[in-house]
């Protein structure tokens, strides 16, 4: 295994493997499936946000043409509740529980029928009688009950109130973020499939195997009997991280009619049904000396959370590692409202940075420091709360290389002093720490006859790449060609693996790809172990390495032979070997490093018509070492769009006196199209991360962090308002 | 109200039976098995649901079936000729333009649409004549660099 552990930080930038599928409309998504005697199913949602449903009169829908059932409360047998979740906490309330309405958007009936259009005309037909009582709603409310700390992640160190109080120069500001929608093009889909006791669900999700333990609990099945199959996904973003209650429902829903039942959401439904960005304030209040150096953080993060549901949110959970600060407070809070549960959506916890980011550019103003220099001046180079050191860190190397691509030494400190014709020019920066984890992963990598190898998990591919680094992955570990290797994913019946989401996934899996193929280099010997006719008889693990098809000795290429003939002589079709990764980092000695990165931006405003265009941005990213470099630059790229929109455009909007969500549509939710998008410069730099076996940290999300208050610091530096909420609109530009 | 009718796709005369109020993209993926067309809104604001009808770009979520009758559609499915991919979809593979492929067959029928309309002048033009292709995972720079790419090949060719 020599290669993975080099000193290589770029992996080749090979084509995605799954390529020919996607661009010839062959890679099924689960909205694809279909089967003999498949029948459709509609979602009713509730059209108030608080009360009680009188009675509900389903006759007409009944009657309705093609119409095989109307699924109420009334008549839906009791569903057992969902498991605890690992990194998630409980799972979302089971449907049709009770007559009670939490949110507007709740679903209280699902109606099949023989096809969509009889299902969707049907489901107009039931009619529902409720009694509604004023819903709580909005983040200021005081009759909302808050929830402390209810995660138990708040961080303390020195005495931040103390440090507060005598610090030279003391920072207090508020910031608030809209609610966000996570919006993937695929439209979540389920369709359900009964065989006796055994449920087959093709299900958009992001985690098969807590899927499958869902709907096993749910319905009280084993969990052998459940099969979550989802090899291809239209993105989630972590919409998909949970099993919401429409997949309950439609696994219902093909039990009580005895057919396969497909459910696909609409697009308003999108947004009232897997989850949403919650909405944030915090109030941020830094102590600095007047040299620049950090005393104290007080950070409280707020947001909002469903009226019965949980969510784990942590605004602030990056605010005690980012910089050497020798006194932190951080507080979590939520707020429980009448609207739908919201969930995690790319990068949860970024909207801390945002505050954070602003807040040491505005410090930069007071100062009189180049707003680099100061990151620079509180530089974190052990954990700050630990004091360990870090697995890896190269945040000061992403500040050097991305500063020298932007250009940041052009920028003349002067407010509104970088004009070009009727724009003000701004460049603004922000530098970004970042969680990652390493979470359990299992694997199964086997080898063939014919030379190919197949790896399996249940891990999933929402157009990360992980089919393609789990196929160079094993190629490289296994000596062999990626044209060789075969990646099995997206089925739960597989080992398991943890969900694609907390930029996990391609860490976990690879380390357990590692694990793996050492097994079964072992594996192969022990198999040899007798055979006189072979060259490498006797010889132990570490004695041997793979290239070219073949194992041979590591002093001497010479002596090996392929796994073909091994396996020929042997008359075996195949060898087989697990592996696992299971980290603990109490005892390493070191602080498990997520991604850095620094994100420097360059804005453009019209001075009279208060336009905003972001002319570039440069992303200088430590991500550990990067697997396929093509890959991990459109992911980077990816979510630095998104964050373009989250600061730009997006905003979900609850209307305040009903709890609707008023534009639940993408007329009227506006994400970035492709005219939006300015030029995206991505570098990545540092080196393999020591407590990854595979030297890589996560990617997933770092690339939408920083980027909004990297905008909102170039707006000030161009115009000198200081935006504190996101989206910046025009309005507050003008 | 059930209708029997026939739509030519891809070169081949397909006959469907389908409701009065069936979408093009509905009776293609439910009813003709070509599930290559994707629904990300049903609502004509995606372009995930773009295929070429008489060889100009629509949006099949808004167009019915019915009227679909005797007009030449073509879905992603029916782009690559003997095995051999459309210069569009080998581009998209070398510049990644694309993530999750969910949005990745409406762009594709797209910048097929834009190349004929002689609308790939510059990296401006194909911005914004692919700006009605929604794509979330944000893989526009590649998309627009694999357009620009067949754009200037398509040129040096003629
Ligand atoms: S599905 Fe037709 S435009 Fe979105
Ligand atoms: S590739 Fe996922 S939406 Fe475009």
């Known amino acids: ?734 | 109200m059930d209708i029997v009718s026939t739509l030519r796709v891809n070169r081949t005369e397909r006959p469907f039976t389908a409701d009065t109020r069936t979408t093009l993209l509905d009776a293609l993926r439910e009813q003709l098995d070509l599930t290559g067309t994707k629904k990300g809104c049903d609502q004509g604001a995606c372009g995930a649901c773009t295929v070429l009808l008489d060889g100009k770009r629509v949006l099949s979520c808004l167009s019915l079936a019915a009227q679909c009758e005797g007009r030449e559609v073509t879905t992603i499915e029916g782009l690559a000729r003997d095995g051999k991919l459309h210069p569009v979809q080998a581009a998209f593979i070398r510049h990644d333009g694309f993530q999750c492929g969910y949005c990745t067959p409406g762009q594709i029928m797209s910048a097929v649409a834009l190349l004929k309309e002689g609308r790939a002048g510059s990296d401006e033009e194909i911005r914004e004549f692919m700006s009605g292709n929604l794509c979330r995972c944000g893989a526009y720079p590649n998309i627009v660099a694999a357009i620009r790419e067949v754009a200037r090949l398509g040129s040096e060719s003629q």
């Open chain 1, 1 to 734: 295994m020599t290669v993975v552990t080099a000193n290589k930080l770029l992996g080749d930038p090979v084509d995605r493997v799954d390529g020919p599928l996607k661009v010839t409309g062959a890679a099924p998504y689960p909205s694809d499936v279909t089967y003999p005697g498949l029948v459709h199913a509609v979602l009713v949602q509730s059209t108030i946000a608080a009360g009680t449903i009188r009675s509900i009169d389903a006759a007409d829908a009944e009657a309705a043409p093609g119409v095989l059932a109307v699924i109420t409360h009334e008549n839906a047998p009791a569903l057992a509740e969902g498991p605890m979740t690992p990194l998630l906490g409980p799972a979302p309330p089971s449907p049709l529980k009770d007559n009670r309405i939490l949110h507007h958007g709740q679903h209280v009936a699902i109606v099949v029928a023989e096809t969509l259009e009889q299902a969707t005309a049907a489901a107009r037909l039931v009619r529902i009688d409720y009694e509604e009582t004023a819903p709580v709603l909005g983040i200021d409310n005081p009759e909302a009950a808050v929830l402390r700390n209810p995660w138990g992640l708040e961080t303390q160190r020195g005495d931040a109130a103390a440090a507060l109080a005598s610090a030279e120069v003391v920072y207090d500001e508020t910031f608030a973020i809209a609610a966000g929608t996570n919006n993937p093009l695929g439209l979540f889909a389920t369709v359900a499939r009964w065989e006796g006791d055994r449920l087959i669900v093709h299900e958009s999700t992001q985690w098969p195997t807590m899927a499958r333990q869902t709907l096993a609990t749910v319905f009280n099945v084993p969990e052998n009997d459940v099969q979550v199959l989802v090899p291809y996904l239209g993105g989630g973003f972590g919409a998909g991280l949970r099993t919401w209650p429409h997949a309950i429902l439609t696994a219902l829903a093909a039990r009580l009619v005895d057919r396969p039942v497909k459910l696909v959401l609409t697009r308003p439904q999108m947004f009232t049904s897997v989850g949403h960005r919650a909405e944030t304030t915090q109030r941020l209040r830094l102590g600095a000396t007047r040299a620049g150096r950090l005393v104290a953080i007080d950070h409280v993060g707020t947001s909002t959370l469903g009226a019965e549901a949980a969510n784990m949110e942590f605004i602030s959970i990056e605010t005690g590692a980012a910089y050497a600060c020798p006194n932190v407070a951080t507080h979590d809070r939520q707020v429980r409202l009448n609207i739908p549960s919201p969930g995690w959506m790319r990068g949860p916890g970024s909207e801390g940075n945002f505050a954070i980011e602003s807040a040491l550019d505005e410090l930069s103003y007071t100062l009189g420091i180049d707003p680099l220099e100061l990151r620079l001046r509180n530089y974190a180079e052990v954990h700050p709360q630990s004091g360990l050191p870090w697995s890896s860190k190269a945040l000061r190397e992403c500040y050097r290389v991305g500063a020298e691509r932007f250009g940041w030494t052009r920028r003349t400190p002067e407010i509104g002093s970088m004009r070009e014709g009727n724009w003000l020019v701004g460049y603004g920066m922000a530098g970004v720490t970042f969680g990652g984890a390493q979470l359990p992963c299992q694997v199964r990598v086997s080898i063939r006859r014919d030379g190919s190898a197949h790896v399996r998990s249940a891990a999933t591919d929402i157009g990360t790449g992980t089919y393609t680094v789990a196929t160079q992955l094993a190629a490289e570990l296994l000596g062999l060609d990626i044209g060789q290797v075969r990646v099995e994913i997206g089925d739960s019946d597989l080992a398991p693996a943890p969900p694609s989401g907390g930029s996990s996934l391609a860490t976990s899996l690879g380390g357990a790809i590692r694990d793996a193929a050492g097994n079964l280099l072992r594996a192969f010997l022990n198999v040899l172990a007798e055979d006189h006719r072979s060259p490498l008889q006797g010889r132990r693990r570490d004695d041997v390495t793979a290239a070219d098809g073949r194992i041979h000795l590591v002093d001497d290429p010479s002596v090996g032979e392929t796994y073909s003939d091994i396996l020929a002589r042997h008359e075996l079709d195949e060898l087989a070997a697990d592996g696992e990764i299971n980290p603990q980092a109490d005892g390493a000695g070191m602080a498990p490093s997520g991604p850095f990165a620094a994100r420097f931006a360059e804005v453009r405003i019209d001075a009279e018509l208060g336009l905003l265009r972001v002319a570039r941005i440069v992303s200088a990213v430590d991500a550990g070492r990067i697997l396929n470099e093509k890959l991990a630059r459109s992911q980077i790229i990816g979510a630095t769009v998104m964050g373009i929109g989250m600061t730009m455009l997006e905003e979900t909007i609850f209307d305040p006196g009903s709890g609707r969500i008023a534009n639940a549509t993408f007329g009227d939710y506006l994400i970035p199209v492709n005219a939006d998008v300015p030029d995206l410069d991505v570098v990545f730099v540092g080196e393999p991360d020591r407590f990854s076996p595979i030297g890589s940290k996560g990617l997933g999300e770092v690339g939408i962090v920083g980027v909004s208050a990297a905008i909102a610091n170039a707006v000030y530096h161009a115009t000198g308002r200081r935006i504190r909420s996101l989206p910046i609109t025009i309005d507050q530009l003008l």
